[in-house]
């Protein structure tokens, strides 16, 4: 090339489109867990976007080449116009996953769903004992409704994935909470340790598991993993608060999900309204595709070039993303810092004075759990 040649402007990297999109229909549920992840100040039933929107979402999503919706909530059953929406994913190639509390669902409503194209549904339980699950989700029988609604989601012929959200208060019952994933013929069984921002940071200290509950837990894990090879897969990961690196929250900021808000507000992960400073973009004026590209905020955490040290110069920088920005936030007060859960942070003794603090009041009684209500109504029909 000589002096006079035009140098070509260097490669802006291709923003890849979001794999999936979790679509919060509302924050309405009948259930009051105290660990709940979402937002303190919870959208009321008359701020929730409408069906219109809702349905250009999808149809956008389609053409942006999102591959899966995650129908959730609050409880995304409370939504009257769930059919539509799951009808007009399935239009679009959307693989759809629905995430219920299932109290409200029935046969006739499971029935109805699969018909519109549903391809998969979640099923969330408290605990395997039942009366531990009715107090933890302070819902009435809530846990016998959930069994036996997972018979009517098999036999509705759905596949099941069942979660089960683990903290102090029933990690003891872990293996029971294996044992009937396997019993409910569910393919997948999650079990996820309470996430502590949005609510469940108000209980953390009723919450958090010990040390010694942790490792019995591991090895619970490891040897349904060993007994169920082949027929059921289980998703675990080691609770931030004793990994020595964080989990990539999100699959990294902005990279794999986008999140709607029952008002319709586009967010890289359910939690980024507690992150100061961030005008967060509403899908009732902008498109996916443009929020997804352009925004401010979704650029402001995305890739590795915002990283102080040490994330800047570790190999795993794009294995993990620098972890979790609103734990950060949550944490250190800063939303760019490097996650706490990372042993290479300088904040990492927060994360090991919040383990000694739960191992200290391990054996004495768990604080009282405190509790949060939101009305919720409807059925799918
Ligand atoms: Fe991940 Fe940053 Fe820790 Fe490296 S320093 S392991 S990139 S959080
Ligand atoms: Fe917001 Fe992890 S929950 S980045």
Redesign the pocket.
Same mark, same amino acid.
């Given at each position: 090339m000589n002096a006079l040649s035009p140098v070509p402007p260097a490669p802006v990297p291709a923003i890849e489109p979001p794999l999936a999109l979790l679509a919060e229909l509302t924050h309405r549920c009948p259930l009051q867990c105290p660990y709940c992840a979402n937002p303190l100040e919870m959208e009321r039933a008359a701020s929730e976007l409408d069906t219109a929107a809702w349905l250009r979402v999808l149809d956008e999503a389609a053409a942006l080449g999102v591959l899966q919706v995650h129908f959730s909530g609050g409880e995304p059953t409370a939504r009257k116009d769930l059919l539509e929406l799951v009808r007009r994913a399935a239009a679009g190639g959307l693989y759809s996953n629905l995430i219920t509390s299932g109290v409200t669902l029935d046969p006739a409503a499971l029935a109805a769903l699969a018909d519109a194209g549903l391809d998969h549904v979640q099923l969330s339980f408290q605990d395997a004992d039942a009366t531990q699950a009715d107090r933890i989700g302070g819902y009435r029988r809530g846990h016998a409704r959930k069994l036996e609604v997972s018979r009517q989601i098999r036999d509705a012929g759905l596949p099941l994935t069942a979660n089960f959200v683990v903290h102090r208060q029933n990690l003891e019952r872990l293996p029971e909470m294996l044992a009937l994933g396997e019993e409910i013929g569910a393919s997948r069984i999650e079990i996820a340790h309470v996430q502590y921002y949005g609510w469940a940071l108000v209980n953390r200290a009723a919450l958090m598991p010990s040390r010694a509950q942790l490792e019995r837990a591991n090895e619970a894990v490891a040897e349904a993993r060993e007994r169920l090879r082949g027929r059921i897969t289980i998703d675990y990961v080691v609770p931030d608060y004793y990994a020595a690196?964080?989990k990539a929250c999100m699959g990294g900021w902005a990279r794999r999900i986008i999140n709607i808000t029952p008002a319709g507000l586009a967010l890289p992960c359910h939690a980024a309204e507690t992150l100061p400073g961030f005008q967060w973009p509403s899908v009732r004026t902008a498109s996916l595709g443009a929020i997804w590209q352009d925004d401010p905020g979704f650029n402001r955490y995305r890739g590795t070039s915002w990283m102080p040290e040490?994330?800047r110069s570790?190999d795993?920088?794009e294995v &993990?993303w620098?972890?979790c920005r609103c734990q950060a936030l949550a944490m250190t007060g800063d939303a760019g810092a490097? &996650?706490p859960a990372?042993a290479?942070?300088p904040h990492h003794f927060m994360m090991a004075d919040a383990v000694a603090d739960a191992d200290a009041v391990a054996e004495g009684p768990a604080p009282a759990l405190v509790y949060r209500r939101i009305r919720t109504a409807a059925l799918v029909r």
């Open positions: 690196r964080p040490p994330c570790c795993q920088r &993990d620098g972890g490097t &996650d990372c290479l942070s």
